[in-house]
């Protein structure tokens, strides 16, 4: 009893993850009755059915992807390229477009590979007219 138990359990795990592959392979079709996309700014409202495919997932709209300041749930704030999503002004350094914790994060990224590279090549450098 306890066999038969474990091969439909495993027929039923089969079944989960066919249909998953499924989801995650295929285009899923918007449920019926539920509204386009459209930008989450407060006043905004711009269908976002035929936008690219990265504002639809984000739920912004071109022009305020870039926008210095907007109007996101009561709350002043700006669209953070690198995280994509809101941030409230704060977290920007003046007109930059990402915050500034993901911006620390890249700068020590390149701070890296700047050092790595100019320790092994530093007898090619400053090669040329003086």
């Known amino acids: 009893m306890d066999n038969d138990m474990e091969e439909e359990e495993g027929g039923v795990d089969c079944y989960a993850d066919d ?18 996309p459209c930008c989450m700014v407060e006043k905004c409202g711009t269908d976002l059915t035929d936008a690219r495919r990265y504002h639809r997932r984000h739920k912004v709209c071109e022009t305020h992807s870039k926008a210095p300041v907007v109007i996101v749930a009561g709350l002043r704030q700006r669209f953070c390229q ?17 915050c500034r914790r993901r911006l620390a994060g890249h700068n020590e990224r390149r701070r890296k590979s700047t050092a790595e590279t100019t320790g092994e090549g530093s007898s090619c450098r400053g090669v040329g007219p003086q």
């Open 19 to 36: 249909e998953r592959k499924k989801k995650a392979t295929g285009r899923r079709a918007a449920p019926a009755g539920t509204s386009s």
């Open 82 to 98: 690198q995280c994509s999503r809101f941030h409230e002004l704060y977290e920007f350094d003046e007109t930059k477009r990402s």
